[in-house]
């Protein structure tokens, strides 16, 4: 097992064995470790001295269902703090089968100049990105697959990225026509640009699956996991995840009153009925486009779609809760066909879909668009790809948006937009968004899965959950386990542990793991302290403390103290 | 003594006895105090929680020379801790006069909703705006004094602050004709415009000097202070700060390498010479335009200029250093006409020179104007007044700008702009925008006058420097006398003890003052912790630490150990 370094600076890339510290530590878990060994904390998160990193989940290239995620993290320019984004598509399983714990991205080269690192097999080069530079991130993977062969992993940034916007996102390719895989929070695209990193290039053969201490415990673990997946009512081929996605939501959370709705001005979307997953579904089976396609290769899930237009036409390889609900309803947008548009513009600029239509709702709210209104709405996204300082001010996000247009109404926590949840009607999600070390986001420490658990409405309990959620999260982030097919794991963690302890034959107890899994949050916030986040930081912006969310006139009004409280049994 | 509350919410207006907890408090410290007693240090700085005061220094009203200077405070939108920045004209003296220590402006109207305050004599009320709505800074007073009588104090924001762009200061009226006095930095103006209170107007009569506890006591000691500026060789009639005002140390900084030069990518500027206040002197008499004038009645320093151009119109009412600097040459501009131009839009803006100069440095790195090119300039500076996104983002200041555009040479601490004087080469000065809770503020501590008793360019000796500076600005703005007239105070501390002993009969001694100044910054830091700011958000910025600058090629080399030492002896 090995770690990449790739210097922007001097232009060399260099093998390294894996260093001791970092060995039991994959995905989430290993870029938090590594931050805090190797990043200044106080550092500008666009200058020379944040690294970018790539790295798969410890069960990336085993060949276990829906555990193939790449993560990417390096301090965040959007909040000042710890980021970690995490995509499907093959990266996770290719770095995996590579061997390759690690890839990080070193120091900066001169203002302008733009690279690709190309790798294959064991060797890693940095060429020339002149053909690429500029391009969205489509039509970057296209030339490059063209390139280097229609099976080799692309992992790229668009326009965004390259303009150092904050809501710049980095896309994956995944297998063949999908590829909108998106590590898409935090800013980390404006990371890989201010590296000068248009894209990674990994040719196949990429290898084979990873040896295993105990290839036994392994499989014996990773079939009984398939199986409960397989066996799930919510996850098997007649389980509403499976059948909509994540856009399976649209209709609960409406009817919760939590679903954002014109700049998080409401929680209840009168046309929400048209944006259901179910929906969704008969529109893109009557237009032949595909269900039940897959992110990652064997997924036994298979929750995702590809929209298609009225003539058949692919839009968006899949669309997803949160972008319905943030360019959707957050917009006024009642017409799935206009979410798609809006969602393959982001993709294709490299722009985070949350940031961007939190972004979009405060423009809004200012007057340069009209809710629901697609032509003002596309004609100030478009600006995005044209680089205007329209553009560029929407393509920061919310806050530099709210900042510059004078708007305190500004839906988000520690820098971040807050992703398709108001946190005054699902408190849970809020105490998440005002605690994370990753600032508000949808898959950090999620309650809307626990709402019947804890009520959504109350203060009680709220804390307890989110920590609870905040570990869980931690976990899937660092094994490379999508947030689906967390039910199996959590009821019985053993699982896990024999798949960890097959795989690299760790010996590990359940409480080495819950230990591990904890000990991320703990790295995370003390990188966040180093870097001088601050309880005031964390907070639910004021308005929202202030100004009642219909349907239920609940604001948000989870004690500072509560807030303060929830780590205290880290 | 009174002190005025305004609720915009309400829009009632109702005076109050002088809280005994202010009793001893003027300008800066009065502010300070209030603040960390009233504001919730967490709140959002343009929301209802947050208020703007206006207070006198303790001289005020008093009829000492060179002492009604006006505070203005409130937490700042830009530094997200305090800020008071104060103005000359006639605001302190006309609140001193007429036993007003502080109008404390709170609350906040529907958006949109814009008043003017009105006090004639006992009588304080809130009338529309909608006359003087949109109005400059210069229109909105002439506008009101010739509504309300020429002699009546006007203090009035812009469209800058209308729009709650957080680069916004506050304008005041002074003797006729005198209309350029700006509290310039922080964003006042924009929290000013979050209150939705476009204009104060107090009606002469202003009342008589303040009552005196020993009027015998202020006189001698009055008089003896007055008697030492005019004695004073840089202050009196020969001296280079009377005939040459602010503008007479561009030579100086420019050849001590710390004149800020096209977005302070140089220290020194090679038309310097054409930017010299000796020069300015000479255009200005060439003129006839005025040199010599005062911001104050009857200051004995008289050390500012009218400044005309060609045809002998006036275009600003006093032209100073930091404007030079700021869009002179750190623009790469060489022209006196052209930084007038340019500072006669900012005042009608209703902008901080200082904040706006450095924004559009920082743009033109972007490529969005060309370095001395004015009208690409004038382009850029225009849009604020019409509101266009780039013109707001302008608006919002540096860091803002540094923002959208991806620019990271921002010269800023704090999340405010730097003013003229290059950190990397006047150390002292990097000591006091790195600690300050004032931020990068050209009145918070400016090393520049002992340049000659510390190596401007060394580290040893500079924390103990800052901190003295420190305590001696909070006297000045908590006193409301002008940094000019600092020196027969500094030099006999029993001046200034006998001038409040007598006005107000506290029996203070040298101890209790000294106490009292400090106490102002205690008060400052404390509300920045609560407020949640830490030594991280303090710091100059990563470039300037790893950039040499020309033409020393020096870098700023405080340690962090050093800053974090500044105030272990307050």
Request: glycine share 14%; hydrophobic share 40%; net charge negative.
């Amino acid at each position: 097992m090995k770690l990449l370094r790739v210097d922007m600076t001097s232009h060399q890339t260099r093998w390294e064995a894996m260093p001791e510290i970092y060995q039991h530590l994959g995905g989430r878990a290993l870029i938090a470790r590594l931050m805090l060994e190797e990043i200044p904390a106080t550092c500008d998160a666009l200058g020379p001295h944040n690294k970018l990193i790539f790295s798969p989940g410890l069960l990336g290239g085993a060949g276990v269902t829906a555990a193939g995620r790449l993560s990417v993290g390096g301090k965040s320019p959007l909040t000042g703090g710890v980021k970690e984004a995490n995509a499907g598509g093959t990266g996770g399983d290719t770095l995996g089968r590579l061997g390759i714990k690690a890839i990080v991205v070193e120091g900066q080269p001169k203002q302008g100049e733009f690279h690709l690192l190309h790798i294959k097999g064991d060797a890693a080069e940095l060429l020339p990105a002149d053909e690429v530079r500029g391009l969205g991130t489509y039509a970057t993977s296209e030339k490059l697959q063209a390139q280097f062969g229609a099976d080799c992993l692309v992992i790229s940034i668009g326009p965004a990225g390259e303009f150092l916007m904050r809501g710049a996102g980095i896309a994956s390719t995944g297998e063949r026509e999908q590829r909108s895989n998106h590590a898409a929070r935090g800013g980390l695209g404006a990371v890989m640009g201010s590296k000068g990193l248009k894209a990674v290039i990994i040719e196949k053969p990429f290898g084979n699956a990873i040896p295993f201490a105990d290839a036994k415990l392994v499989q014996t673990a990773a079939r009984a996991f398939a199986q409960k997946l397989i066996n799930d009512p919510k996850l098997g081929t007649q389980g509403s995840q499976h059948l909509y996605g994540t856009a399976s939501i649209v209709a609960a959370v409406n009817e919760m009153g939590s679903l954002p709705t014109r700049n998080f001005g409401s929680g209840i979307f009168e046309q929400a009925a048209d944006l259901r997953g179910e929906h969704m579904r008969e529109v893109i089976l009557a237009r032949e486009g595909k269900i039940g396609t897959r992110c990652m290769p064997g997924c036994v899930i298979a929750c995702r779609n590809q929209y298609v237009d009225e003539a058949g036409m692919p839009v968006v390889g899949t669309m997803q809760y949160e972008t319905i609900a943030l360019v959707g309803s957050n917009l006024g947008i009642s017409s799935l066909d206009d979410v798609a548009r809006l969602n393959y513009s982001c993709n294709d600029f490299g722009l985070d879909t949350i940031e961007t239509g939190a972004a979009l709702g405060v423009a809004i709210e200012a007057g340069l668009a009209e809710y629901g209104n697609m032509e003002s709405i596309v004609a100030l996204l478009n600006q995005v790809g044209e680089g205007t300082v329209t553009g560029r001010m929407i393509g920061n996000g919310a806050v530099t948006t709210g900042q510059v247009l004078g708007i305190r109404r500004v839906p988000a926590a520690l820098g971040q937009a807050m992703p398709g949840y108001d946190p005054r009607s699902l408190k849970g999600n809020g105490v998440t968004y005002a605690t994370s070390p990753q600032g508000a986001d949808h898959t950090a420490g999620n309650a809307f899965g626990a709402r019947k658990e804890v009520n959504p409405l109350g203060i009680q309990g709220q804390k307890e959950l989110s920590l609870k959620l905040q570990i869980i999260a931690a976990m899937l982030d660092s094994t490379g386990l999508c947030l689906f097919a967390r039910p199996p794991i959590l009821a019985d963690p053993q699982l896990m542990v024999d798949m960890l302890n097959g795989i690299y034959g760790w010996g590990w107890t359940k409480e080495d793991y819950d230990r591990a899994n904890r000990e991320v949050l703990r790295a995370e916030l003390e990188f966040n302290r180093r870097a001088g986040l601050t309880q005031a930081d964390y907070r639910i912006p004021e308005y929202m403390r202030e100004e009642p969310l219909a349907p239920h006139n609940v604001v948000f009004d989870v004690p500072d103290a509560e807030l303060d409280a929830v780590f205290n049994t880290l």
